[in-house]
């Protein structure tokens, strides 16, 4: 499957210190020059830039949502099987109306977690909220309860 990143996950982990875990967890990102220009960092090799093709699909959707979002979110309509991830919960819903799978940077924290790159989620929840990444609540014990490290009952 082709992950398409926009910059929220990017930022966000490299942040708070763990941004190698996308390559552990995903080998390969794909990012929009859009994406990449937002980040401002350094492109890793490990990462594909490629450009949307359709721009006035691009322009239509960036009418909802960010630049980045935007790009993302036309690249994966250009590419068969592809899913974005996304923190923005505007580009999270308009994926949902188009169909378009999503997953975010706590679900890359249990995917690292399941797949033995990290012993346990709590410490980089930890990093991302005190790195200024909000998460409520209620998402953190969700999170936690699903990598069975949850203290108590939900």
Same mark, same amino acid.
């Given at each position: 499957?082709v992950?398409?990143?926009?910059?929220?996950a990017?930022?966000?982990?490299?942040n708070?210190?763990?941004?190698?875990?996308?390559?552990?967890v995903?080998?390969?990102l794909?990012?929009t020059?859009?994406v990449?220009a937002?980040?401002?960092s350094?492109?890793?090799?490990?990462?594909?830039i490629?450009d949307?093709k359709?721009t006035?699909r691009?322009?239509q959707l960036?009418?909802s949502? #960010?630049a980045?979002?935007a790009?993302s979110l !036309?690249?994966? =309509?250009? &590419?068969?099987?592809?899913?974005? %991830?996304? #923190?923005?919960r505007?580009?999270?819903?308009? !994926?949902?109306? =188009?169909h &378009?799978p999503t997953?975010?940077? %706590?679900?890359?924290l249990l995917?690292?977690k399941e797949?033995?790159?990290v012993p346990? &989620?709590?410490p980089?929840?930890?990093?991302?909220?005190?790195?200024?990444f909000?998460?409520s609540?209620a998402l953190?014990?969700q999170v936690?309860?699903?990598a069975g490290e949850a203290?108590?009952?939900?």
């Open positions: 499957m992950i398409i990143a926009d910059t929220t990017l930022i966000a982990l490299e708070a210190g763990h941004f190698q875990l996308l390559e552990l995903f080998g390969e794909t990012i020059p859009v990449a937002e980040w401002g350094k492109v890793p090799v490990w990462m594909k490629v949307v359709d006035a691009y322009m960036k009418q949502v #960010d980045g979002e790009s !036309a690249l994966a =309509l250009e &590419v068969v099987g592809s899913q974005v %991830l996304t #923190d923005d505007k580009a999270r819903q308009l !994926a949902e109306q =188009l &378009v997953t975010g940077t %706590l679900a890359v995917f690292a797949r033995g790159h346990r &989620v709590q980089l929840i930890t990093a991302l909220q005190e790195s200024g909000r998460i609540a953190v014990e936690l309860t699903l203290d108590g009952p939900v």
